[in-house]
């Protein structure tokens, strides 16, 4: 069993940063962030593999945000740079033992988080 907690959301202008963290108890082999805006379907858009802290990126955020780990691997962190309108979504933290392919797909993870809004205004 492994529960997330999420928290580091809120509200900046575009252009803003904010880093989100998830503190995860158990051991999970992979740990992701995932968002949701409204009306359009759940996207996965960082993960962080916890033995080799090799870290996964969608297109739509690869050179604005980063994920990493502290040194005891029970926190993940996104920090979201050069935000956008667009970005703004429900973030969920997510966790599981993921196979060797399609690390961004919800499908790999068992265990979720409740959630944290980041609202990007113009």
């Known amino acids: 069993q492994v529960r997330l907690v999420e928290s580091g959301g809120g509200t900046v202008q575009a252009g803003g940063s904010l880093r989100l963290s998830c503190v995860a108890s158990?051991?999970?082999?992979?740990t992701a962030w995932f968002r949701q805006a409204p009306g359009k379907e759940r996207e996965g858009v960082a993960a962080?593999?916890?033995?080799?802290?090799?870290?996964y990126y969608s297109d739509s955020v690869k050179g604005r945000f980063t994920i990493s780990q502290n040194s005891a691997r029970n926190t993940v962190y996104l920090q979201l740079n050069r935000l956008k309108p667009e970005d703004t979504a429900m973030y969920y933290c997510?966790?599981?033992?993921?196979?060797?392919?399609?690390?961004?797909?919800?499908?790999?993870?068992?265990?979720w988080g409740q959630g944290t809004q980041v609202t990007v205004s113009s």
């Open positions: 962080i593999r916890t033995a080799s802290d090799s870290p």
């Open positions: 997510a966790a599981g033992f993921c196979g060797d392919y399609e690390i961004l797909k919800s499908m790999q993870y068992k265990y």
């Open positions: 158990g051991s999970p082999s992979c």
